[in-house]
């Protein structure tokens, strides 16, 4: 069975959750997204600093923490921007550390966002 998670984050009109859990794994994406819905302004740093405090709040709801990540999915619209992301990803995580990977693509949902994160957990129990 599937169970969604319920968060605090911006309520999307669109058709999705901002994570659901089936099987002990925690599936989520996570963009740099306000509680307003819109997207941060302030570069890179901000934006990923966003993206992993929306998280890090998702990971709480479902009982979870940073620790409990098995994989993490980086993409950002510049290569360049990967020494900020990874500066960045170091002060949230401490080994040992999820599987990651980085790909550099051409654009996102919004022209504005610069990150987003897809991430998977394992998670002990359900959340109520």
Same mark, same amino acid.
């Given at each position: 069975?599937?169970?969604t998670?319920?968060?605090d984050l911006?309520?999307s009109p669109?058709?999705l959750?901002?994570?659901t859990?089936?099987?002990?794994i925690?599936f ?7 509680a ?8 890179i740093?901000?934006q990923t600093?966003q993206t ?5 709040h998702?990971l709480e709801?479902?009982?979870?923490n940073?620790s409990?990540?098995t994989?993490?999915l !980086?993409?950002v619209?510049d290569?360049?921007?990967?020494? /900020?992301?990874n500066? *960045? $990803?170091?002060e949230?995580f401490s080994?040992p550390?999820?599987?990651r990977?980085?790909?550099? !693509?051409a654009?996102l949902a919004?022209?504005?966002?610069? /990150?987003?994160?897809? *991430? $998977?957990a394992?998670?002990d129990?359900?959340p109520s």
């Amino acid at each position: 069975m599937i169970q969604t998670v319920k968060t605090d984050l911006y309520n999307s009109p669109s058709p999705l959750e901002w994570a659901t859990i089936g099987h002990g794994i925690l599936f989520t994406a996570q963009i740099p997204i306000d509680a307003q819905g819109q997207v941060v302004e302030g570069g890179i740093e901000v934006q990923t600093r966003q993206t992993l405090d929306n998280l890090t709040h998702t990971l709480e709801c479902a009982g979870a923490n940073l620790s409990s990540l098995t994989q993490v999915l !980086i993409y950002v619209t510049d290569k360049s921007y990967l020494s /900020v992301v990874n500066r *960045v $990803y170091a002060e949230y995580f401490s080994a040992p550390f999820p599987n990651r990977a980085a790909l550099v !693509i051409a654009g996102l949902a919004r022209d504005e966002m610069l /990150v987003e994160m897809v *991430v $998977y957990a394992a998670v002990d129990s359900q959340p109520s």
